[in-house]
């Protein structure tokens, strides 16, 4: 996706324990195909009320506490798709690295 400029993978892992390492953030970045500048992965709640844990890694393999456009993107993607099981609602209660 893109959020106004920056390049954005949102990666559905609800439901799975699976994690994107740094590693493979870093393999890819270098791959033309799938170039990109954040990582937004969902996991499953880390808090209750909440609708889901948002981990954002960058191209370097680090991990970022926020990222605006890539939670647009997100946000998006959870109330516009009906496979993402949030389709129509008006508002989300996201967590990430930095808190709600």
Known sequence: MNGLGNEIIVADMRGSKARISPQAARALAEDAATRF?????????????????????????????????????????MTADPEMGQAGRDGLLLQTKAGL
């Not at 880390?46 to 890694?57: H, Q, S």
């Not at 393999?61 to 939670?71: D, H, L, P, R």
């Open 37 to 77: 500048d954040q990582i937004m992965a969902i996991h499953d709640p880390r808090l209750p009320g909440t609708d889901a844990y948002i981990r954002i890694l960058n191209r370097d393999g680090s991990e970022a506490g926020a990222c605006g456009n890539g939670t647009r993107c997100v946000a998006w993607a």
